[in-house]
């Protein structure tokens, strides 16, 4: 079993920064690919950002150039640097991590971007 815990998450400006956080704890013996998905309210969970075992990331567009993933495999930890917030990057904000053949989810965290 692994347990995933989110930190980051808050009220933030237009233009703003935030930096999420997840680490992994349990029974890990090798994680994969590492992510960030978000759900706003009345849409669907969308990808946000991941990153391979290997450091190789991927962006949604509408993120590319203002989020950075990255991952401290020591820590089994994942992060995401999110600058020039804007107000539709308002979501709960979830890390995905893949160990072996399976999927695990944090909790989730809010990021709310308002004037």
């Known amino acids: 079993q692994v347990q995933l815990v989110e930190s980051g998450g808050g009220l933030v400006q237009p233009g703003g920064s935030l930096r999420l956080s997840c680490s992994a704890s349990?029974?890990?013996?090798?994680?994969?690919?590492m992510g960030w998905y978000r759900q706003a309210p009345g849409k669907q969970r969308e990808l946000v950002a991941t990153?391979?075992?290997?450091?190789?990331?991927n962006y949604t567009d509408s993120v590319k150039g203002r989020f950075t993933i990255s991952r401290d495999s020591a820590k089994n930890t994942v992060y995401l640097q999110m600058n020039g917030l804007k107000p539709e990057d308002t979501a709960v904000y979830y890390c995905?991590?893949?160990?072996?053949?399976?999927?695990?989810w944090g909790q989730g965290t809010q990021v709310t971007v308002s004037s």
């Open positions: 990153i391979t075992r290997g450091g190789r990331t």
């Open positions: 349990g029974s890990i013996f090798s994680i994969a690919d």
């Open positions: 995905k991590v893949v160990v072996g053949s399976l999927v695990y």
